[in-house]
């Protein structure tokens, strides 16, 4: 019985980067949502994974499908690091603005140098991690590869 389900699980049935000298993969199954740019459209497009036609390299979507062969790159993003930024620039913003307030009611509050470079400092490492490592992109060709791959038993 479980032999049964596992043949038939949607999990064996990929659409696989591969990396030069690397045996590690990066794999999108059926179902997932994954962004993309092809040839024939230069901008950035995102599409769930329906179903793969392994003979003639197919990748069927919502909206149609495609050659394995037309996707000339791949966009990842990090949910790690996307919190982390929101984390560093809410923290950045709120140390600025308690500050600000406390300075307004009252004068003896200290917030001087010190405490607006820690806010700003805050804000800029927020802004950067996120432009920096957030998104991460593929470009098909001598070290990324595409491949479709069905690893169910027939």
């Known amino acids: 019985?479980?032999?049964?389900?596992?043949?038939?699980?949607?999990?064996?049935e990929f659409l696989q980067i591969e990396v030069q000298n690397d045996p590690e993969t990066i794999k999108y199954g059926l179902g997932q949502k994954i962004v993309i740019k092809t040839k024939q459209n230069d901008e950035w497009q995102a599409i769930?994974?329906?179903?793969?036609?392994?003979?003639?390299g197919t990748i069927l979507y919502d909206q149609g499908m495609l050659q394995v062969e037309?996707?000339?790159?791949?966009?990842?993003?990090?949910?790690?690091?996307?919190?982390l930024s929101v984390a560093l620039t809410t923290f950045g913003g709120?140390?600025?603005?308690?500050?600000l307030i406390s300075q307004?009611?009252?004068?003896?509050?200290?917030?001087g140098t010190k405490e607006i470079v820690i806010g700003v400092a805050a804000l800029a490492t927020g802004w950067g991690v996120k432009k920096a490592f957030y998104k991460r992109d593929f470009h098909m060709g001598k070290r990324y590869r595409l491949r479709l791959m069905d690893m169910r038993m027939k």
């Open 1 to 12: 019985m479980i032999t049964g389900y596992a043949a038939t699980s949607p999990a064996q």
């Open 48 to 56: 769930v994974l329906r179903k793969f036609i392994y003979e003639t």
């Open 94 to 99: 709120a140390w600025l603005a308690y500050g």
């Open 70 to 83: 037309d996707i000339v790159a791949i966009r990842e993003t990090r949910p790690g690091v996307g919190a």
């Open 104 to 111: 307004g009611l009252d004068n003896k509050a200290e917030f």
